[in-house]
């Protein structure tokens, strides 16, 4: 079995992010009442197809050791991530998962999608990520590959919203 390409597996759990490291943090609100429906969109792959990455995971939901490779693009263009599941959760408060970069992956690192409710019960989703360029594209990219992390979280966000809004 492949191995992980980084030391510091389960970081985005607790968010204590490993310095060195590119950090990504947004955080959006989503609907009141929306937990459930957010929670299970995030768990089953729902929000990244929604969001148009093609998802192939060898499990129907998020859950440690099930192997997924997004893809951006289309065709010979496409660009495919390898990565594997390092942690869930899914309770009354926090629905969620992180994953970390399998060999293949553009980058090195962790990245985490999480619906959480706070104690006055508003709803949240957040993406939190540490990476490092690990291809030549990546490297090449520089400030446009930390742009586009920023980005994809956002659309994440705005996507979510959107799938919660529709119920």
Not at 119 to 139: H, N
Not at 141 to 161: E, H, S
């Amino acid at each position: 079995m492949t191995a992980l390409t980084y030391p510091h597996v389960g970081a985005t759990r607790t968010g204590a992010l490993p310095a060195g490291w590119r950090h990504v943090r947004h955080r959006v609100r989503l609907p009141a009442g929306s937990f459930a429906t957010a929670g299970a969109a995030v768990l089953s792959w729902r929000l990244h197809r929604a969001a148009g990455i093609r998802i192939d995971a060898d499990g129907p939901r998020a859950a440690p050791g099930v192997r997924v490779t997004s893809g951006l693009g289309v065709g010979p263009l496409r660009l495919r991530a390898p990565c594997e599941v390092v942690w869930s959760a899914a309770d009354a408060h926090r629905a969620g998962f992180g994953y970390g970069t399998l060999p293949g992956h553009p980058a090195t690192g962790e990245e985490a999608f999480v619906v959480s409710r706070d104690d006055t019960g508003r709803v949240w989703f957040e993406v939190i990520a540490f990476s490092r360029p690990q291809s030549r594209l990546m490297r090449a990219a520089g400030p446009a590959g930390r742009a586009f992390q920023t980005g994809y979280a956002w659309w994440l966000g705005r996507t979510l919203r959107r799938l919660c809004a529709r119920g």
